[in-house]
């Protein structure tokens, strides 16, 4: 059975926060959605 996922809370500003949710629009994601991507690629990579 597959582990629970946790939740991983982030504060931005509010001018980052738009310009983010934008981008993730952009790729037809949530903000959460490429959030979760960006952090799986970045731990992926840095753990080789």
């Known amino acids: 059975m597959a582990e629970p996922k946790k939740r991983f809370v982030l504060l ?4 980052i926060y ?4 934008k981008l993730a629009a952009e790729q ?3 903000a959460g959605n490429l959030g979760t991507k960006l952090i799986n690629d970045y731990v992926k990579e840095h753990t080789k």
């Open 12 to 15: 931005v500003e509010q001018e």
């Open 18 to 21: 738009d310009k983010f949710k």
């Open 28 to 30: 037809n994601r949530t």
